[in-house]
């Protein structure tokens, strides 16, 4: 099976600043990894993916991600963060081809101050 | 297109009755996950269902169980309710192949078991 760990359970940033949220994951086997952020009393949305090829995977709102084998690590980047960015932050991992059993990480609330 | 829609999206139930929540997915898709999310738990998966059939299975009690029907639509049923049923239930639909592998999630069902 496979594992997620999200490092930081809160991130207060400023207005503007960048921020990292940090993901690793573990597996035995290939792995898809995903970013979803969740505002309140609403569903997930995905961020990000990464499947194969370029390490490095650009998304929506301006956020980005680097698919670290070696350090089994996928962290969620933004060089400069606004108000609406506020909300939790999901990693998730399932295993390359198995069918869509996602296993995610316990979220990084990110709360970004004016 | 629709998104995934989920119905109802607030319930509430007491100790000991059964509950049925429906989840209509994306147009074409044939991929319907299943996720209970809670503060203490996380986001933990429940089932996946795949053109009819059960392909996948989490660790969670008999009493939770689902189906999905010919047009794609899946029901979740819990019986004998506890307390520790609350939960934000999510559905999850996806079309499973290649560069479009991801989950498209609904805006949840709100649990609340008194």
């Known amino acids: 099976a496979q594992s997620v760990t999200q490092l930081d359970s809160q991130v207060p940033v400023f207005e503007e600043a960048p921020v990292e949220l940090r993901c690793n994951y573990s597996s035995s086997v290939s792995v898809y990894l995903f970013w979803y952020v969740q505002y309140p009393n609403q569903g997930l949305q995905l961020l990000l993916k990464?499947?194969?090829?370029?390490?490095l995977v650009k998304g929506i709102n301006g956020f980005e991600a680097e698919f670290n084998k070696s350090q089994t690590s996928f962290h969620l980047r933004k060089p400069s963060v606004h108000i609406s960015d506020t909300a939790e932050y999901f990693c998730a991992v399932s295993a390359a081809n198995t069918g869509n059993q996602f296993y995610f990480g316990t979220g990084t609330s990110l709360t970004v101050i004016p | 297109k629709a998104g995934v829609t989920q119905t109802p999206r607030y319930l509430i139930k007491t100790r000991g009755q059964q509950v049925t929540l429906s989840c209509s997915p994306i147009s074409g898709h044939r991929s319907v996950s299943w996720y209970q999310q809670t503060p203490g738990q996380g986001l933990q998966f429940l089932f996946e269902y795949f053109s009819e059939t059960q392909r996948n299975k989490g660790n969670f009690p008999g009493r939770f169980s689902g189906r999905q029907f010919s047009n794609s639509r899946s029901e979740m049923n819990v019986s004998t309710l506890e307390l520790g049923d609350s939960a934000l239930y999510l559905c999850?639909?996806?079309?499973?192949?290649?560069?479009?592998?991801?989950?498209?999630f609904g805006p949840g069902t709100r649990l609340t078991v008194t």
């Open positions: 999850a639909s996806s079309s499973g192949t290649g560069v479009n592998y991801e989950q498209y």
């Open positions: 990464y499947l194969s090829g370029s390490t």
